[in-house]
């Protein structure tokens, strides 16, 4: 009897369950996906003109008319570049690292990842310490060069430079994993059947290595398309900054700027929806099943020609450097006061811990051009102005 | 047709091999056996070129090879793996060697087609991607690429070790088979005695980096010339003092007996030494059965044909004769 009781008290707790994980999650779906999507649509086609008239295709032809298409073309093309020189940076510190023999392999591959730690807020501020209009290095060549532009490194090409160093992170873990995967016997008979190193990493390792390079190619393109802090701080126009820009403006400065904003988003999120569906189409069909039982570990391919190897090694260095910039950079000037912070020259009589035990004050700009005052803390440091980076330590933990 | 002399190979301060000394006869089947980690992968990898011997010279057809480069050896190497290239056709798995050569491609396909021919692969196959092929149609295309591009030789790293037992007896049987109809030289590794002595003309024995023994399936059985040798093929028995009296043997050395030459129950010849014995325990496998008897202080497993007729129960006495001929002694 009492048993019978229990069951039917226990379905219908289950039934309740049901019922409001139902209702929750259409609540979610509802309030969380459809409305705001909605909402999206009907703030682009309910705008008015200054007669307080509606006039649904408003935006539409404010977008043809205006410069707005300019920042969906300055998005692609960063995006195009970024696919570019991402892959190449990407598939070159994947090689240094895993394929070839360089010596110092370990050391470079920790560089190489640093990325993975910093975010790309604290990586553009890690550069700006060095080749900003007030950077250590600009200040250096300025006094070498009086007549050089101080800004120098701002907009597409400091963006791509930078972004370009920022998102190998992805290249690093999956390129690495898939390179590790390849069973080495292969490239040995291909060694054997007369192929030379150069060939084997063209025809047999690369030809593997496809699948996951699209993947990674077609998630960099949708990086360099929503890009957000580097063309904020660096000065280029693409989507994301203008949507940032005009959610913060209103209809006393401009022409509906929130419908524009809407509809920048929703090309965005077309761009994006268009990709990652080609990736989940392509991915379905495009692996290939490794078809060893048992795998040979990959062994470090020593490059045969002396040239070559100096070339690659120098390569790899440079590299390294570049990865190391920032970190060093804001490392070095975590030891440094706000003002020296801020002025981006490194006082070398005064080194100081406050960032890490104290707390100072210092003004900032917002980037509505505010000025605020925060408590520094260490998070003062990696942030530039306005955004807080930060470390992701968690992340690094975490594997 | 291929001669390692002296070979002494090191990975650090270990050394993997110690003086090496092999000749391979031209169209022989040559198998390397011995346990796990004796060397006889290591020393494969140096005949293919993989390797570097410390000391000794590798010569194929009376040229020293030692230094030549992997690609310009023209040695065939089928792997333990296959190591077929996933990323491409089973047609361009095999045409791979050969577009490297740079022949032309109505060459490349002529030899493609005698090569499937030859190897039972189907035009159908030749299209497939690896990965859809069954594990005996993958090692066809092993075979085929490495023979394609005609190599004077060809080694085989524990081809068979990845497959199921049924499969592994019926590719054993094909591969014999086609290296008969190829009549190319084959260097073979494997640490399974049975493959060894089904497939091999001559059988080279491996222990911790040395050979103890070369010669054909009989010699290294029947004849094994050290009690490694004789413990690593076959079963044996060691002989305990009991027996090893009775049949006035020298007391300083280990002597054995095969399992199968132990006589149960025969009528007693004039050099054997028979004594009771008591049946302690049977397995039955089917074509023979195994006994453990008790006799002269010691337990002596033995093979009997099974008969039918003679079949002894636990506990049953029998008559166990030894023959000095049989007796193995080291
Ligand atoms: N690259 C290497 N570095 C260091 N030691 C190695 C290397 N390759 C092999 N060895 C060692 O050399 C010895 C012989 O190895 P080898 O692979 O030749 O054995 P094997 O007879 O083929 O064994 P298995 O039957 O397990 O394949 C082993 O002790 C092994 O640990
Ligand atoms: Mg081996």
């Known amino acids: 009897m009492q048993q019978t009781l229990k069951k039917k008290g226990g379905l219908d ?16 779906f509802l309030g969380f996906m459809v409305l705001p999507c909605l909402n999206t649509l009907t703030s682009i086609f309910t705008t008015k003109d200054a007669a307080g008239n509606m006039d649904p295709m408003a935006v539409i032809r404010f977008f043809f008319a205006g410069n707005m298409p300019s920042f969906v073309i300055n998005s692609l093309k960063l995006a195009v570049s970024l696919v570019v020189t991402v892959n190449v940076v990407g598939i070159s510190i994947v090689l240094l690292t895993e394929y070839f023999d360089i010596k110092g392999a370990k050391i470079l591959r920790l560089g190489y990842m640093t990325t993975l730690i910093y975010s790309g807020v604290a990586l553009v501020t890690g550069y700006q310490f060095l080749y900003d209009s007030n950077g250590m290095l600009t200040q250096w060549l300025s006094g070498v060069f009086p007549g050089m532009n101080r800004q120098w490194f701002s907009g597409f090409n400091a963006v791509l430079f930078t972004m370009t160093f920022a998102c190998t992170s992805n290249h690093a873990l999956f390129l690495r994993n898939a390179i590790r995967g390849i069973d080495y016997n292969t490239v040995e008979a291909a060694r054997n059947m007369g192929a030379k190193p150069f060939k084997v990493l063209l025809k047999v390792v690369m030809p593997t290595l496809l699948p996951t390079l699209f993947s990674l190619t077609v998630m960099t393109f949708i990086t360099g398309l929503c890009a957000m802090s580097a063309p904020t701080l660096l000065g280029y126009n693409s989507i994301n900054p203008e949507i940032v820009r005009l959610a913060g403006s209103s209809v006393a400065d401009e022409a509906f700027p929130q419908a524009r904003a809407a509809l920048l988003s929703i090309i965005l999120a077309l761009f994006t929806i268009v990709l990652l569906t080609t990736l989940n189409h392509y991915e379905r069909k495009g692996h290939y099943l490794s078809v060893s039982k048992t795998k040979a570990k990959l062994v470090k391919q020593k490059i045969q020609n002396p040239v070559w190897n100096v070339v690659a090694h120098i390569y790899a260095y440079v590299l390294f450097i570049i990865y190391m910039t920032p970190v060093a950079m804001i490392v070095l000037f975590s030891f440094q006061n706000w003002p020296a912070i801020r002025a981006k020259s490194l006082n070398v009589s005064s080194w100081t811990l406050i960032n890490f035990f104290g707390t100072q004050d210092y003004s900032y700009t917002t980037s509505r051009g505010k000025q605020r005052l925060r408590e520094g803390v260490i998070s003062g440091v990696f942030s530039n102005a306005d955004t807080v980076g930060g470390i992701r330590l968690s992340f690094v933990l975490s594997r | 047709m291929i001669k390692l002399t002296d070979i002494v190979v090191k990975f650090d301060d270990f050394e993997a091999l110690h003086n090496i000394n092999v000749h391979v006869k031209e169209g022989e089947f040559f ?154 030289t084959t260097i073979y590794v494997t640490h399974d005695q049975e493959e060894a002595l089904t497939l091999s003309d001559r059988i080279a024995v491996f222990n911790k980096g040395y050979i103890e023994q070369i010669g054909t399936p009989n010699e290294v059985y029947n004849h094994s010339k050290t009690e490694f040798v004789a ?33 149960v129950n025969r009528p007693k010849d004039d050099d054997v030494f028979q004594t009771d014995g008591v049946i302690e325990n049977r397995e039955y496998y089917g074509l023979y059965i195994k006994y453990y008897i008790n006799t002269a202080g010691q337990t002596i497993k033995v093979i009997e044909k099974n008969d039918g007729i003679n079949i002894y129960e636990p506990g049953e006495h029998v008559a166990v004769g030894i023959h000095p001929q049989d007796v193995m002694s080291y």
């Open chain 1, 13 to 28: 707790l289950s039934l309740i369950w049901k019922v409001f994980g139902g209702a929750l999650f259409v609540y979610l």
């Open chain 2, 31 to 184: 198998t390397f056996l011995g346990p796990s980690g004796c060397g006889k992968t290591t020393t494969l990898r140096t005949i293919t070129g993989f390797i570097e011997p410390v000391s000794g010279t590798v010569s194929m057809q009376g040229r020293d090879i030692t230094h030549v480069p992997i690609e310009k050896r023209n040695i065939g190497i089928v792997f333990q793996s296959y190591a077929l290239f996933p990323t491409m056709t089973v047609h361009d798995n095999i045409a791979f060697g050969l577009k490297i050569k740079k022949l032309p491609k109505n060459e490349i396909e002529e030899k493609i087609k005698t090569i499937a021919r030859k190897v039972d692969l189907s035009d159908e196959q030749l299209a497939k991607a690896v990965s859809q092929l069954s594990g005996g149609q993958q090692q066809r295309v092993a075979i085929a690429r490495a023979l394609v591009t005609e190599p004077a030789i060809i080694c085989m790293d524990e081809p068979l070790s990845n497959l199921d037992a049924k499969l592994r007896v019926q590719l054993r049987n094909e591969l014999k088979k086609m290296q008969r109809e190829f009549g190319i």
């Open chain 2, 231 to 263: 413990n690593f093929i076959g079963d044996i028995n060691p002989l305990g003092e009991g027996v090893v009296k009775g049949l006035g043997l020298p007391a300083d050395k280990h002597h054995f007996i095969r399992l199968e030459r132990v006589r």
